[in-house]
């Protein structure tokens, strides 16, 4: 499975963004897909996940209760909407596919099929 990104952009601080997952090759459904983000300087982060099994999400202890994933099967692509935009909400985003559970966290070395990422920026 092949996977893009896209959707980022220059937001202020306290809007809004959808990205956008979209898949090719293979059913998303297939796959649970994770949402990463990498700040310059730090470490990459698993902000988000949807399960395979049954679309339930989890989502990092950091972002709870702004971001929020969905997926749509008909257009075979998975989103990130993230709410109340912050300064340290920039980075890149990526997401990955693969089979993983994302059962009580999000590891990167779990995930073989990555997008090149989407750039989020927040400033006023």
């Known amino acids: 499975v092949q996977v893009v990104e896209s959707g980022g952009g220059l937001v202020q601080p306290g809007g809004s963004l959808r990205l956008s997952c979209q898949a090719s090759?293979?059913?998303?459904?297939?796959?649970?897909i994770a949402w990463f983000r990498q700040a310059p300087g730090k470490k990459r982060e698993g902000v988000a996940c949807?399960?395979?099994?049954?679309?339930?999400?989890y989502y990092a202890d950091s972002v709870k209760g702004r971001f929020a994933t969905s997926r749509d099967s008909a257009k075979n692509t998975v989103y990130l909407q993230i709410n109340t935009l912050q300064p340290e909400d920039a980075a890149v985003y990526y997401c990955?596919?693969?089979?993983?559970?994302?059962?009580?966290?999000?590891?990167?070395?779990?995930?073989?099929?990555w997008g090149r990422g989407t750039q989020v920026t927040v400033s006023s």
């Open positions: 949807i399960r395979r099994t049954d679309g339930s999400t």
């Open positions: 090759g293979l059913p998303l459904e297939n796959y649970a």
């Open positions: 990955a596919a693969d089979y993983v559970l994302c059962m009580g966290g999000i590891s990167e070395i779990e995930f073989n099929n």
